[in-house]
């Protein structure tokens, strides 16, 4: 099993250390888990003139999944566009043809109150949304800015999904759901719009291949309001692009901290990123303070999506809740009854606890 690794830019080569500490620890325990390093990002663009340099890409293409850090820094803003390094991290998303993004939204009885919710609302969430990356009104055609009739500027875009689209979005959702709560939730606007009429109707008829799931239909407007006021109800959503963009930003403020959660996305093979869903955040890089458990988790959601290694996924999973319930907590998750501990510190005891 071969794991490209690319740290990336501000924190993200401190939190990779300790998903990579960890990683080793499954190593020692007889998990044959390969590792090779590669730059992206800005320091794609430091060490080869390209955020996302061709030796990175290659990498990429010939292992079984990726685990990446975070990307960006002030030092890359006036670069042109094409050499930013969000461009490399766009750029390996399309190469990779990832078009199943995962987003968890979990949160530990222990962390309720960084929650703007209250705590009987959102203490023991656990959800997925599974969101539709690479179609949708942000890559359908017709598009753009042009006079229109009446003489006045107007902008257009088109919502479009094909069958085979949905179809192994759809696949990969109620996948998902096999290796969890086995409940999808498949969220569209079908009473308003035809693209998701065909969404519902070839949703039906993949859900006929796996009967153990137990699937149900939610409007966006009502998704987007039953996750502030029940999100508990929900294991697995489905979703599409622009509405999976916004409640997968909402569900994951329902836990309060972008330091505790992982995101995946995946191919039709189920070769994924793995990444945190926080940047770079050069505020506190080189510090020893950022929050290292986003990405021990992506590692774990990288064992489990990728490998099928439940077990293995299981215990750095276990491991994390455990050292939350002892009490350890880097800045950003701190309280004053807690232990604050730094980033490298936070990783020792996740080691530990495995
Ligand atoms: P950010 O997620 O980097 O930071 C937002 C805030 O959260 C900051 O105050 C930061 O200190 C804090 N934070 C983030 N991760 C943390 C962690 N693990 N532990 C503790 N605190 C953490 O978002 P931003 O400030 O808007 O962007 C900074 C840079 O990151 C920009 O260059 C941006 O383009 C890039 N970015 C990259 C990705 C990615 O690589 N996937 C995603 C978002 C932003």
């Given at each position: 099993m071969k794991i490209a690794v690319l740290p990336g830019d501000g924190i993200g080569p401190e939190v990779m250390d300790q998903a990579v500490k960890v990683l080793h620890a499954l190593v020692s325990d007889g998990l044959a888990l390969e590792m090779e390093f590669a730059p992206i990002g800005g320091a794609g663009y430091d060490a080869a003139g390209d955020p996302l340099p061709a030796a990175t890409l290659d990498l990429a293409r010939q292992a079984d999944a990726v685990l990446l850090g975070a990307v960006g820094g002030h030092r890359y803003d006036s670069l042109p566009r094409p050499m930013r390094p969000e461009q490399g991290l766009l750029r390996i998303r399309k190469e990779l043809n990832l078009f199943a993004n995962l987003r968890p939204a979990v949160l530990y009885p222990e962390l309720a109150g960084a929650s703007t919710l209250r705590p009987e609302v959102?203490?023991?969430?656990?959800?997925?949304?599974?969101?539709?990356?690479?179609?949708?009104?942000?890559?359908?055609?017709?598009?753009?800015?042009?006079?229109?009739?009446?003489?006045?500027?107007?902008?257009?875009?088109?919502?479009?999904?094909?069958?085979?689209?949905?179809?192994?979005?759809?696949?990969?959702?109620?996948?998902?759901?096999?290796?969890?709560?086995?409940?999808?939730?498949?969220?569209?606007k079908a009473n308003v719009l035809e693209t998701s009429e065909l969404w519902r109707e070839v949703v039906v008829e993949v859900g006929r291949e796996y009967p153990e799931v137990a699937l149900s239909h939610m409007y966006v407007d009502n998704a987007a309001m039953q996750l502030v006021r029940n999100p508990k109800q929900f294991d697995v959503m489905l979703t599409g692009n622009i509405f999976g963009d916004i409640l997968s930003d909402e569900a994951s403020m329902l836990t309060g901290s972008i330091g505790m959660l992982g995101s995946a996305s995946l191919d039709e093979h189920n070769k994924g990123m793995y990444e945190p869903i926080h940047g770079s955040a050069p505020d506190i890089a080189g510090q020893d303070i950022a929050n290292p458990l986003a990405t021990i988790l992506s590692a774990a959601m990288m064992l489990r999506y990728t490998f099928s290694l439940d077990e293995a996924a299981d215990r750095i999973e276990t491991a994390v809740r455990r050292v939350i319930a002892q009490g350890l907590r880097t800045l950003d998750i701190y309280t004053p009854d807690t232990t604050r501990v730094?980033?490298?510190?936070?990783?020792?005891?996740?080691?530990a606890a495995l």
């Open positions: 959102v203490s023991g969430l656990d959800l997925m949304i599974v969101r539709e990356l690479t179609g949708d009104l942000y890559f359908g055609q017709p598009r753009g800015i042009h006079i229109n009739a009446a003489g006045e500027r107007e902008g257009y875009n088109t919502m479009r999904y094909s069958e085979s689209e949905i179809r192994r979005v759809a696949h990969s959702g109620f996948r998902i759901a096999m290796k969890r709560g086995r409940k999808l939730c498949s969220v569209e730094g980033c490298a510190a936070m990783g020792d005891a996740v080691v």
